[in-house]
Every structure is written in C-alpha cells, then in structure tokens.
C-alpha cells in the first residue's frame, strides 16, 4: 500500500514504541484477522474451494473498491464452518492481541453469515470457553460485538436474538452493523437496534465509509449508535461534526482499510486530521488486518509519517480506553497500567 507520506520518517525509537506499547482496540472484525494460511487450513479441512489459487491471492488482496473488498471477506467467511474453527479462530486471535500488545479489544463477528450453522446455545458456550481459555493463556482480553450485515437484513431479528443470549452470558458487548451502506440506510435497523438499546445493550455501526454524512446521521440518532465506525464521511456535514464533537461521540477510525478500499486516495493525507481539529473523539484501528497486511502498531506509523507527534498518537491510545464499552474501574486501572508504561519508555528520543 502506497500511503501519501510526508518527507517525515518515524524513527527507530518510535517504531519500537508503538509496537510495544500496551493498546486497546475497538474496531477489529474477527473473519478479517485470520491469517491467509488459517483459512487454507480451514477450507481444505471443510471442502472448501476458495474462489482463486493459492497464486493468485496477493492480486485478489488488491482491493479495487468496496464490494471487491467485500467479495474476498466472504470468501475468507465462508472458510468457517465448525465450532473447532471458532476455537482455533479466537485462540489464533488472542495469541495475535499478545505478540501486538493489543491487551483490550472489542471484535465483530458478521453474525449475519454464521447463524443457521450453529444451535445458538452451543456457539455461545465455545465463544465463551474459547475467550476464557485465551485470556489464561495469553493475558489478553476481548469481547465480541455480533454484528448485522447489512445486505441480509432479514437477519436483523435473528441476529438481535443472538446478541442477546450472548450478551446475557457475558460474551457480548451489544449489536453492530457493518457491511454495505450503499442501498442499506440505518433506518433499515431502526426498530432492532431500539430494542436492543431498550434491552440495555451497547449499539454501533459502520457509517460514513462509503456513504456521506446523512449516514452518519441516521446511524447515530434513528440507531442510537454510541460509537460510528469509520464515519470521516460526517466532515461533509459541519453542523453534525459541530454536534457529534459536542456531544463526544467516539469515531473508530482506520486508516489502511480507507486506503486498501479506496474510500480516502492514495495521494491525500487521511482526513483523520481534519476530524481531529474538528474536536472529534478518534481512535484508531486496524479493521481487517489480515485482508489489509496491516498491525495496530503500523496504523499508528502511518500517522506518524502523516506528522503526527508520538504524544498524540499515545492521547489517541488512551481516548481508546475512554471510548470503550470497559467500566469505569477497569478503564482507570488499564489508564493506569498504561501511565506506567508511559512514564517509563518516554526518555531516550
Ligand atoms: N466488514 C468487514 N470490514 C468492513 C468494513 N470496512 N466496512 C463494512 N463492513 C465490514
Ligand atoms: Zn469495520
């Protein structure tokens, strides 16, 4: 991927920084984190025919633009068949949150594509077992956001009933909505993500990615969305920016995947830095790192390049605690132990 960069290059000591330093994540799709050859491994044992050669995937990686991006994540989705493969899939992921020193993370699953596979109650408990066991394994924690893709909104209701089982057991945060926004407004969603919030459940949504700021708009007050991923797209609307900095709603923002998809141009700096003087809450994430080659560690780089001071990116890792679904004792023990880490890496530059 070739990032606009400015003539700045992060320095040996910033990069170490970066990927050392204890982070939270907020906007990571479980199917987009599996590793090319997990899901050889899971295709071959499922019978799987994956739609290119294993020759050919470097080109299917390239992404000419949303629905080409959408055509390989289905084509990786699809992969996933078993309950082993969840088992193997989440303990794959946690041992990834450990070696980037991701100790936080909050995961969508496309739910919409897995549901009829799996008697609910059954998949909840490998969710569970699974998580747990990689949290005493690699001291890392995650929780799930199951969320709605858009273009099957007939799964609305079923997913919702998922969720909520999911969330009842402690596995799940809320409900999402990723997938396509074109032809698939919020207002689509309206009445399960009411009953969801009603229900007392977290609720986000994709927004402003591919569609403009009216989507952003629908997703935060017809959804309720207490965090939009992606959402640069809200910059078109200065009377909405002007609101959602007010009223600090958190954007998840990820630039590789604006890139990778083509949402942001490869010779324009990523509008990140507009959001952020705009008074926007941000943060930063990978969104599909297996699909966009890209770390946590390196999404923070990418801003560097872009002129962004060490001391900014660590505020924007710590807004990531703020913004997360944690409690308050939990995000001021993790604000903490990140303070620690702070205090004792900041000399030597
Ligand atoms: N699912 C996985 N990645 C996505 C993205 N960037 N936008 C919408 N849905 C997604
Ligand atoms: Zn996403």
């Not at 941000?282 to 890209?294: E, H, I, K, Q, R």
């Amino acid at each position: 991927m070739n990032a606009p960069l400015t003539d700045r290059k992060a320095t040996n000591f910033e990069v170490d920084f970066l990927r050392r330093m204890p982070k939270v994540e907020l906007h990571v799709h479980l199917e987009g984190a599996i590793s090319p050859s997990t899901i050889r491994t899971m295709a071959a044992r499922n019978n799987v025919t994956l739609p290119v050669s294993e020759g050919e995937l470097e080109n299917f990686f390239k992404f000419r633009d949303f629905d080409h991006f959408l055509e390989a994540y289905y084509a990786a989705t699809s992969t996933m068949l078993t309950l082993e493969d969840w088992r193997l899939m989440i303990d794959q992921f946690m041992a990834d949150r450990r070696e980037q020193n991701i100790v936080y993370s909050e995961v969508f699953v496309s739910a919409s594509h897995h549901l009829q596979r799996y008697d609910h109650d059954e998949w909840i408990r490998v969710l569970s077992e699974s998580i747990g066991e990689g949290e005493e394994r690699y001291g890392v924690r995650i929780r799930l956001i199951p969320d709605i893709s858009r273009e099957v909104p007939e799964t609305s209701r079923p997913v919702l009933d998922f969720v909520t089982k999911a969330w009842e057991n402690g596995v799940a945060l809320g409900i999402g909505l990723g997938g396509p926004e074109q032809g698939f407004p919020p207002e689509l969603f309206t009445d399960v993500f009411a009953e969801a919030k009603q229900a007392g459940m977290h609720v986000v949504a994709h927004a402003g990615e591919t569609e403009g700021a009216a989507s952003v708009r629908g997703a935060w007050n017809g959804l309720g969305a207490e965090r939009i991923g992606h959402g640069l797209r809200v910059l078109e609307d200065p009377d909405l920016t002007h609101d959602m900095a007010a009223a600090r709603v958190p954007f998840e923002v990820n630039p590789t995947s604006n890139y990778c998809i083509g949402v942001v141009s490869q010779d324009s700096p990523h509008p990140i830095r507009g959001m952020i003087d705009s008074g926007l809450v941000v943060t930063v994430n990978s969104d599909d790192p297996a699909l966009f080659g890209n770390s946590l560690a390196q999404e923070f780089q990418l801003l560097i390049e872009q002129g962004f001071e060490l001391e900014e990116l660590w505020k924007l890792n710590l807004d990531a605690i703020g913004a997360s679904f944690l409690n308050e004792t939990e995000k001021e023990t993790l604000t903490q132990q990140f303070c620690v880490f702070h205090t004792e890496n900041s000399g030597g530059r």
